[in-house]
């Protein structure tokens, strides 16, 4: 699959990836480049760094460390849903950033793979992963405050993770599917917002 179209499905689809869960497409995006298939690779600087050894390394060990943070400590990797506490969860603030950082880097690394401008796949990668966060991850944050059991509250990173890798898999085998995956977002993000909408219209009939 060659031409800006399917890099752009590729990018954008990794990017989305990213926003449920950096981890594993980075390290996916960077074995499959480093193995030069499925045409992902970053031949070119400033993003030969995503397909070395010593950043899948690093990406590993901040896998290993979320989970840590999370067992041991009982940090939260999700935010609380609708921002109703007023105290910021560091891990899930942290993964929050590292998914935009991940998503706008591995966008502007495939355009910039193959010839093209790769600035604007910054942009897009931000603006994809603030997507991805608004329309799925209120969902799992919402189903983990209403679990009281630990160990499924600690298995909803679990699925994270492997919806994370599954999106990142099928949008390197078929890359349009980045472009299915953003209008499925774009979905879940109104019809999230159509909810709120009717949640605080009700709380508003309730008070008077």
């Given at each position: 699959?060659?031409?800006?179209?399917?890099?752009?499905?590729?990018?954008?689809?990794?990017a989305a990836a990213c926003g449920l869960r950096p981890f594993?497409?980075?390290?996916?995006?960077?074995?499959?480049?480093?193995?030069?298939?499925?045409?992902?690779?970053?031949?070119r600087d400033p993003f030969h760094f995503l397909q070395a050894?010593?950043?899948?390394?690093?990406?590993?060990?901040?896998?290993?460390?979320?989970?840590?943070?999370?067992?041991?400590?009982?940090?939260?990797?999700?935010?609380?849903?609708?921002?109703?506490?007023?105290?910021?969860?560091?891990?899930?603030?942290?993964?929050?950033?590292?998914?935009?950082?991940?998503?706008?880097?591995?966008?502007?690394?495939?355009?910039?793979?193959?010839?093209?401008?790769?600035?604007?796949?910054?942009?897009?990668?931000?603006?994809?992963?603030?997507?991805?966060?608004?329309?799925?991850?209120?969902?799992?944050?919402?189903?983990?405050?209403?679990?009281?059991?630990?160990?499924?509250?600690?298995?909803?990173?679990?699925?994270?993770?492997?919806?994370?890798?599954?999106?990142?898999v099928l949008v390197a085998l078929l890359h349009p599917l980045?472009?299915?995956?953003?209008?499925?977002?774009?979905?879940?993000?109104?019809?999230?917002?159509?909810?709120?909408?009717?949640?605080?219209?009700?709380?508003?009939?309730?008070?008077?």
């Open positions: 699959m060659n031409g800006i179209f399917f890099y752009i499905g590729l990018g954008a689809g990794l594993l497409p980075v390290l996916l995006a960077g074995a499959l480049a480093s193995s030069s298939v499925l045409g992902v690779h970053f031949t050894d010593w950043w899948l390394l690093v990406v590993a060990v901040a896998l290993v460390l979320a989970y840590a943070l999370q067992l041991l400590l009982g940090l939260s990797a999700l935010a609380d849903p609708d921002g109703e506490r007023s105290r910021p969860q560091p891990l899930a603030a942290a993964l929050a950033g590292l998914g935009y950082g991940a998503g706008a880097v591995l966008f502007a690394g495939t355009l910039a793979a193959h010839g093209d401008a790769w600035w604007p796949g910054l942009i897009g990668g931000l603006a994809i992963v603030a997507l991805a966060q608004r329309a799925v991850l209120p969902v799992f944050a919402r189903a983990r405050a209403r679990l009281t059991d630990g160990a499924a509250k600690q298995a909803l990173t679990v699925y994270l993770d492997a919806a994370s890798l599954l999106l990142a980045g472009y299915v995956t953003l209008a499925l977002l774009v979905w879940f993000a109104l019809r999230g917002r159509r909810r709120g909408e009717e949640k605080y219209a009700g709380l508003r009939i309730l008070r008077r």
